[in-house]
C-alpha cells in the first residue's frame, strides 16, 4: 500500500497512514458479479462487544458508471485495522439505483468505548436518489 501524504496539522504526530483495498474490480467477487464500478466508500470505526471493527459500505453496479438499476450497496468488514477485510456483500439492492451509504454504530452498551456509541468514525457522501 503507498503512504498518502496529509498536512501534519490534520494527522497526530504518531498517526500512521496508509491506503489499501476495501474492494478491487479485478477480484473474482467482481467479475462473479460483473461489477465494473465502485464508489462512495464511507468507513465506521467502532467497538463491538469488545472488539475494534472498521466498517465499509459502498455503492456499485455492473453498469460501469453511477446511476443505473444494477446500483446496489455492498458492506464489509475489517477485524485489525483496515489491513484485512471481510468479502463485501450486497446489502441493499433496490428498483432504482441506490446511493451514498452513510455508516453509523449505536450501542445500548457504554461498556463499549465509555461514550455509548461510534468512537469516531468518519463518513462521507449524502444525497437520494
Not at 456499485?60 to 468488514?77: L, W
Amino acid at each position: 500500500p503507498q503512504v498518502t501524504p496529509m498536512a501534519p496539522d490534520l494527522v497526530a504526530a504518531d498517526a500512521t497512514v496508509r491506503r489499501d483495498w476495501v474492494f478491487r474490480l479485478d477480484s473474482e467477487d467482481a467479475r462473479t458479479c460483473n461489477i465494473s464500478y465502485a464508489h462512495m466508500c464511507t468507513l465506521e470505526e467502532f467497538t463491538h462487544r469488545g472488539e475494534d471493527v472498521v466498517a465499509a459500505a459502498f455503492q456499485c453496479s455492473a453498469a460501469g458508471a453511477e446511476g443505473g438499476d444494477s446500483q446496489h450497496i455492498r458492506f464489509a468488514t475489517s477485524r485489525d485495522g483496515g489491513t484485512n477485510w471481510s468479502t463485501a456483500k450486497c446489502v441493499m439492492w433496490g428498483l432504482n439505483a441506490l446511493w451514498s451509504p452513510i455508516l453509523h454504530y449505536h450501542s445500548d452498551d457504554d461498556d463499549d468505548d465509555g461514550r455509548g456509541g461510534s468512537n469516531g468514525g468518519s463518513s462521507g457522501g449524502g444525497g437520494g436518489g
